[in-house]
């Protein structure tokens, strides 16, 4: 490794405070806020921008409290080892800190600059990623991330408010794509991590039910998502081009896990199988938004 | 060519139907399987249910909304009738 590049890669307190936010998964979380905007309307760029700008603050509020939250069990997993608290680079107590103030400063950009109800929307998104799914779900109940999918599915009604300054029908459909979505895309990660999910004592469907229930779930809440994602055609909020989109995309996802399940009944390895379901639901989330986005300016 | 709406509605309210009945069937499979305690069980079947009732909501608003948008795009279509030469 050269000399700049080694450097690039060196801890520092900035690129830690980047790390608390989750920058990776964010970017999922804002194309998902950014590109119902266009469904909903034509907004200008101020609003994009402050809407962009608070929802990855809001957001990133909401991964570095989670972090604090899971402290005692970041250091087990291998996945979450290297996180700043675990490794110890940083405070406990500074990360909260960090996290609450960019929250708030998210919650009020939102208020001042794009609406009220954006900014109650993406705090309530705060408070049930936190609260809901973090403090009470998460260690609970193998369906921690059924019922905590919520939180992952507030951007786009954050992003339908901050341009119609209201929610209906239309939003709360993207926002239970987003939530049906959430099974078999989690579930085809902890698969891969049972060991790392069982060292820490949170029991994740596979760990609890066992591969055979969770995969069958899996594949029903694949054909689930599928049959609602195209049901937004039927009042008109989107034609034909989204309706195909949603229609292949879904049958790809459907396919994956198809295979994982048809592997698992042979007795036979799934492992790499489940790798591809889980990279591409995040690659089918984005296009499917992107779809949306392209379909309502055709 | 226009969209065959209805059948897409029932198609799709079908395929969601049979979807949530065997989840839910699974997660009782799943549950009488982990040998939970009753009050647990309780516990995860609210969880399992709570979905499904905000599920069959959505739907009915759905098909409200769907019979509007059905009965707007009959009467732009009877009145680009009337309207042609």
């Not at chain 1, 992003?159 to 959430?182: E, H, M, P």
């Not at chain 1, 790392?196 to 591969?211: L, Q, R, S």
Request: aromatic share 12%; proline share 5%; charged share 15%.
């Amino acid at each position: 490794m050269t000399a700049p590049a080694a450097a690039l890669r060196e801890p520092s307190l900035a690129r830690d405070l980047i790390a608390l936010t989750k920058p990776r998964i964010i970017s999922l979380l804002l194309l998902t806020t950014l590109a119902p905007m266009f469904v909903a309307g034509s907004p200008s760029w101020a609003t994009i921008l402050w809407t962009g700008i608070g929802g990855y603050l809001m957001a990133g509020g909401a991964n570095a409290v989670n972090m604090y939250l899971d402290r005692d069990i970041d250091h087990v997993m291998a996945r979450t080892r290297l996180r700043p608290i675990p490794s110890g680079r940083m405070a406990a107590r500074a990360v909260l800190a960090f996290g609450i103030a960019i929250a708030t400063a998210a919650t009020w950009l939102l208020g001042h600059f794009v609406n009220v109800l954006t900014a109650a929307l993406a705090l309530a998104g705060f408070y049930f990623y936190v609260f809901v799914y973090t403090r009470w779900l998460k260690r609970t109940t193998p369906q921690n991330i059924v019922l905590g999918g919520a939180a992952g599915a507030f951007p786009p009604l954050v992003g339908w408010a901050a341009v119609t300054g209201r929610v209906d029908l239309a939003s709360i459909y993207l926002f239970l794509i987003i939530f049906y979505w959430t099974p078999p895309h989690f579930w085809a990660l902890a698969l891969l991590k049972q060991r790392d999910y069982g060292k820490a004592g949170v029991p994740m469907a596979p760990n609890i039910w066992g591969e055979h229930e969770t995969i069958d779930q899996m594949l029903w809440y694949t054909l689930l998502l599928l049959a609602l994602s195209i049901l937004p055609v039927t009042f008109g909020v989107f034609g034909a081009f989204y309706l195909v989109s949603a229609l292949v995309l879904g049958s790809i996802l459907l396919r994956g896990v198809w295979i994982i399940r048809s592997l698992a009944a042979k007795g036979e390895s799934w492992i790499p199988d489940a790798w591809k379901v889980y990279k591409y639901s995040l690659l089918y989330l984005a296009l499917l938004f992107v779809a949306m986005a392209v379909d309502r300016h055709l | 060519m226009p969209l065959p709406l209805p059948v897409i509605l029932w198609l799709s309210i079908a395929l969601i139907a049979v979807s949530q009945v065997m989840i839910l069937r699974s997660t009782v499979r799943a549950m009488r399987a982990a040998a939970s305690e009753q009050a647990r069980r309780g516990i995860e079947w609210a969880y399992a249910v709570v979905p499904v009732i905000v599920l069959v909501l959505v739907l009915v608003a759905t098909w409200d909304a769907s019979q509007a948008h059905t009965t707007r795009l009959e009467l732009e279509a009877k009145a680009s009738q009337t309207s042609a030469p």
